[in-house]
């Protein structure tokens, strides 16, 4: 069975601080691995992520893989109350297109 | 292009009663899905389909149908809603078969059954 496992699973911080959030997997034929941002709405898509090592860069945000020790981080610096949000981290099985979510990470970030 | 559209944004049921909820995408996108977020759990898979006439279960589908007669629509159906089915509930489509592409989350219907 396919677990993503996400930690911590909620995070208050103040504007300024920069985080690190992270998100561990168990896939079979992993394929991809997703951010997404949610604030009240649906899901809004951050960064897909294939190869190893490769750091993808937005702004503030910024996220890199790890395909041998089967994790990714998702940055963020200089964190503004804007960035209060669940962040979703998935992984997508190759062939079938099947998205297996964590729980989530609730941000909070305090003026 | 509207995207992913979802009605209703909200509804009510009584157990026992059935309905429909709707997903459209002016995309042309081959693959959507279903989807059901509750509290502190993630979004959990209820169907998906990779095209027209093709559906196939997801990681939580007991209680619900789905069919795809055209590329735009994929309706989901509750046949007999239970209390346990009161989430929220996302629609999303991609194309198929582009590495790059992602999912594109319809806004959501917000279900409640008494």
């Known amino acids: 069975e396919d677990k993503v496992v996400q930690s911590p699973l909620s995070l208050v911080v103040h504007e300024g601080d920069t985080v690190t959030l992270n998100c561990s997997y168990e896939?079979?034929?992993?394929?991809?691995l997703l951010w997404y941002k949610q604030e009240k709405k649906a899901p809004t898509f951050l960064f897909m992520l294939?190869?190893?090592?490769i750091e993808k860069k937005s702004g503030r945000l910024s996220s890199i893989l790890d395909k041998k020790e089967l994790f990714s981080i998702l940055n963020i610096t200089a964190t503004q109350t804007g960035d209060s949000a669940i962040y979703l981290c998935?992984?997508?099985?190759?062939?079938?297109?099947?998205?297996?979510f964590g729980k989530g990470t609730l941000l909070t970030v305090n003026p | 292009n509207a995207g992913v559209t979802q009605t209703p944004k909200f509804q009510v049921l009584k157990t026992g009663q059935s309905m429909t909820l709707q997903c459209a995408q002016d995309?042309?996108?081959?693959?959507m899905s279903w989807y059901r977020q509750d509290p502190g759990m993630g979004l959990r898979l209820i169907h998906y389909?990779?095209?027209?006439?093709?559906?196939d279960q997801g990681e939580v589908p007991n209680g619900y149908n789905v069919s795809r007669s055209t590329t735009e629509d994929f309706p989901l159906r509750l046949l007999s809603a239970a209390p346990s089915q009161t989430s929220v509930y996302f629609c999303a489509s991609s194309s198929w078969g582009r590495v790059t592409d992602t999912q594109y989350f319809g806004p959501g219907t917000r279900l409640t059954v008494l």
């Open positions: 294939t190869s190893s090592g």
């Open positions: 389909s990779v095209g027209a006439g093709i559906t």
């Open positions: 896939v079979t034929n992993f394929r991809s």
């Open positions: 995309m042309n996108h081959e693959y």
């Open positions: 998935a992984v997508e099985r190759g062939s079938n297109y099947k998205l297996t």
